[in-house]
């Protein structure tokens, strides 16, 4: 395997064990919000991220050949990553139940978050692209790149609608004369 592909595998196994990671994260986000439009955008999201982990992995294959079985090194380094990546997003589920004053302060944060690990992923799927391009990788940096439009989706989606909503449903129930949002 060249060093173009030992990187790029690094940066796929880094983008799969964050899909995995963040499966769990929707996971549990979904089961503690209630019906409506965030828990629909969850739900979408979580399909498209299931789909992601299940294309990268392919894509890191191919890239690979058959030199995933021949490299035990790898393949642990790869297991690795993924273990972590899920490891993190179970220490975190725990929080996800108990954080904000109110079951509206909570979907808020969550969604603060999310912003968050969707920006990451759309920062991973970028250098991925670049580094694929840089190496005349069309395949791997289509991959990418519809990946990373999916991440930006989902990012524009909680930025423009989500959380000005959910911030304003915490003003209604939280906040002393403060509107009653539509429920969340």
Do not use: F
């Amino acid at each position: 395997m060249t060093t173009y592909e030992q990187k790029l595998v690094q940066y796929l196994d880094e983008a799969h064990a964050t899909e995995m990671g963040l499966i769990r994260v929707l996971q549990s986000q979904i089961a503690m919000t209630p019906a409506g439009s965030l828990r629909d955008g969850l739900e979408e999201h979580l399909a498209e991220t299931r789909d992601h982990a299940r294309r990268v992995r392919a894509r890191t294959g191919e890239v690979q050949g058959e030199a995933r079985g021949a490299n035990p090194l790898q393949a642990w380094i790869g297991l690795t990553e993924a273990v972590v990546g899920q490891a993190i997003a179970l220490s975190k589920t725990p929080l996800d139940l108990v954080r904000g004053t109110s079951v509206q302060e909570k979907l808020l944060k969550n969604a603060k978050d999310d912003c968050a690990a969707e920006a990451l992923e759309i920062a991973t799927y970028t250098a991925i692209e670049h580094l694929a391009r840089e190496a005349g990788d069309e395949e791997t940096a289509e991959l990418a790149a519809s990946i990373r439009a999916d991440e930006q989706r989902m990012l524009d989606r909680l930025l423009e609608t989500e959380i000005p909503r959910l911030t304003g449903a915490v003003a209604g129930a939280e906040l002393p004369g403060g509107r009653r949002a539509a429920a969340v």
